[in-house]
């Protein structure tokens, strides 16, 4: 047990905030599964927190690489969406583990601001920033369980206008500077903020533009597209754990679109665009789903070995690359 808790890598939060958003997304349909979600986020909270709790000086030492250190907004992240399910239950401490995961997720972004925007260098940029800086609009997403409406409709500007400029940011440093070679699945998180802020536009802003909706809908499908391109591309290849930048930034898109679809639905647009977004919902929530699915399995199977095992005897007369070698004395390195 203690060997599977040292492997646990950091962007592993990513898939606890997957199953928890995912979850909370899907209750109405099945209690089942929204069950078995939920505990599957819980349990992977539990292993990051005692990854965290043996092994405090291999976390501190990982969060000093950038892109493993913003990948680790998705845990606070994921403890908002999680409260949303304690509170739904009945379960009191619901409303303080959301304002925890809150205001851990401020002193993330004061944290990371300070000692990797302060000593700025391009080439530690990484999509991954996304998380740090336009993640905390999670609690839009979820905010209007404790009713805290009114704190979402400004992180929601407050996302869109970081995600136009990091948008701006990460064309010029993948441009200048080509992504390492292991950092490379991280491309799929730009489907990650607009996604994120439709999911807030439509839960916490009580009176919807329809010009702005559709306008945050269609870049968060443009990005989208760009991100299942790169999920395509990496999915099938040597595993890393940045593979769970490739469950949330579509589980978002999904919610997103659904969500977009019912605002719209109750504000009296019917015929072709409803049916269009109706579809094109039910399409990306399968998508999400098997690749939920797939990453799940494949960190898995690099938990308790065999996803090594599998890769090594695959590509043993490749050059190993960093991330190899790092495994190869260090298996419980979260280097992505």
């Excluded at 379960?91 to 959301?98: D, S, Y």
């Excluded at 800086?133 to 009713?147: E, K, L, Q």
């Excluded at 990005?223 to 040597?238: D, N």
């Amino acid at each position: 047990m203690r060997s599977m808790i040292r492997r646990v890598p950091v962007p592993l939060s990513g898939v606890m905030l997957s199953f928890a958003a995912f979850g909370n997304f899907i209750r109405n349909d099945s209690q089942g599964a929204w069950a078995v979600m939920e505990w599957i986020a819980g349990a992977l909270m539990a292993l990051l927190i005692l990854k965290g709790i043996c092994y405090p000086e291999e976390v501190r030492r990982d969060l000093r690489n950038p892109a493993v250190a913003a990948t680790s907004g998705t845990f606070t992240m994921g403890m908002m969406f999680f409260a949303v399910s304690l509170k739904s239950v009945g379960i009191p401490l619901g409303t303080g583990f959301w304002w925890a995961g809150l205001l851990l997720h401020v002193a993330l972004l004061i944290h990371f601001t300070v000692r990797f925007v302060f000593h700025f260098h391009l080439k530690e940029v990484y999509t991954s920033w996304f998380l740090v800086y336009v993640g905390i609009v999670a609690a839009a997403a979820t905010g209007p369980a404790f009713g805290m409406q009114r704190l979402g409709r400004w992180l929601v500007v407050y996302g869109l206008a970081s995600t136009a400029f990091l948008m701006v940011l990460m064309a010029v440093r993948y441009r200048r500077i080509p992504a390492e070679k292991q950092m490379q699945p991280l491309g799929a998180i730009c489907a990650a903020p607009f996604s994120l802020c439709l999911v807030g536009l439509n839960q916490s802003v009580p009176v919807k533009n329809a010009a702005v909706l559709l306008t945050v809908f269609c870049l968060a499908s443009v990005f989208y597209v760009l991100g299942l391109a790169q999920v395509l591309r990496f999915i099938g290849g040597r595993f890393y754990p940045s593979f769970s930048g490739f469950t949330f930034p579509f589980i978002n898109t999904a919610i997103g679109t659904a969500l977009t679809r019912n605002t719209l639905g109750k504000a009296g647009v019917s015929g072709t665009l409803l049916s269009l977004l109706s579809s094109l919902a039910e399409a990306e929530i399968i998508i999400a789903g098997i690749l939920l699915t797939i990453v799940f399995l494949r960190y898995a199977m690099f938990l308790f070995g065999a996803e090594h095992m599998k890769f090594d005897l695959k590509e043993k007369e490749e050059e190993p690359d960093n991330y190899d070698r790092a495994h190869s004395h260090s298996p419980q390195s979260d280097r992505l």
